[in-house]
Every structure is written in C-alpha cells, then in structure tokens.
C-alpha cells in the first residue's frame, strides 16, 4: 500500500507529489524548493530513488537541482527532455525566472515504460499537446496528469512545444480508454474522480 503527498510549490503552485511504497520514495513534478518534500521523506524512513517529470515546464522542475543533490535517477518523458536545457521550450527564459543548469536525464520515457516505487508501478502514456513529450501515468488507481488534464479543464496548448490538434487527440485517447473509477491527480488544482 502506498502512501500519497501533495505538495503545491513555487510561483504558480504546481502540485509536487511524493509517493512512498516499501520503504521507497519517487517524487512527480518538484516545481519549486523541495525542503517539506524532504523533510516528509525523512519522518517516513523512506529513501529517495526517483525524481519523475510529467513535462518540462519550470514550474514543474524548478526543485530538481535540490533533488538531484541526493543522488536520484531523473525520469522524463523522452520527446520532452529538450527542456532538461533549453531554457526556451522549458519558459525559464520566456517567463523571467532565470535559468536552470543543464540537467541530464538518467533514463527517458516512451509510451508503455513503466516506472516503479517499491511494489507500485506506473506506467506511461504518452499525452502529447500541453507540449511535446507530456506524458500521464497510470497505477493503483491513480493518473498523475501533469498539465495535460485538469478538472474540467486542459493545459495551454500555446506555449513552446504546444499543439492543440495533439492535444484534442489526447484527451480523446484518455476519455476512451481510461478505467474507471480513477482518481486524477492533476498539475494544479485539486484531485477528481474520471
């Protein structure tokens, strides 16, 4: 049985999540400083293994150097680790809010791969529009959405990397092949139940 954290960080709030299964512990997305992440991690006598990206916008990896301080693996989905550099396609430079230092992914996703925390397994599904590489996962019962789906809502799909045709397609795909009941656990906002 796993366990499940929300942590809403940085400028726009973008949901941090923490699961912990087994003694392991794999943060989604730490957009912004990650100390109650690790804190968390430490009340729990787990140990952090994985740091795992929905898509590279800042705001959902502007923690990553603190992360990767601990000696992680870095996971992103493989049509969107242009952003690990490109100060562009991640809006570090579009948006004023400096620059990040090139980060190298350890392993990169494509549809299918499946990513583990102790005996949970999350597997990819490619959900391109938001930007390229945009990827959900699926396990347990639970998607982890990124900024591809929110509660009644999307992401943007005007920004670098955005394609609003990839997008309706996507979404078509989850609607369609989706298992219900499932728990979305979204970018921003609050969870909901697909």
């Known amino acids: 049985m796993s366990k499940l954290y929300v942590f809403p960080l940085g400028q726009l709030q973008a949901n941090c999540y ?34 795992l990206l929905t898509h590279t ?71 391109p529009g938001h930007t390229a590489g945009s990827s959900c996962f699926l396990g347990e019962g639970m998607l982890f959405s990124g900024d591809t789906l929110f509660d009644g809502s999307y992401g943007r799909v005007d920004l670098p990397g955005g394609d609003p045709v990839a997008m309706r397609r996507s979404l078509c795909r989850l609607n369609e092949t989706l298992p219900r009941p499932l728990t979305v656990y979204p970018g921003h906002g609050g969870a909901f139940t697909f």
């Open 57 to 127: 916008h800042f705001d959902h990896m502007l923690g990553l150097p603190a992360l990767l301080k601990e000696g992680v693996s870095l996971v992103v989905p493989a049509d969107d680790a242009q952003g690990l550099t490109d100060g562009g396609y991640n809006l570090t430079a579009l948006w004023g809010m400096g620059t990040l230092p090139p980060l190298t992914a350890d392993r990169l996703l494509r549809e299918g791969d499946t990513v583990t925390c102790g005996s949970l397994t999350l597997t990819t599904l490619h959900t």
């Open 18 to 51: 923490l699961l912990i299964c087994d003694g392991e512990a794999l943060v989604i997305d730490p957009g912004g400083p990650p100390q109650a992440v690790l804190r968390t991690i430490a009340e729990q006598g787990a140990v952090l293994g994985t740091v």
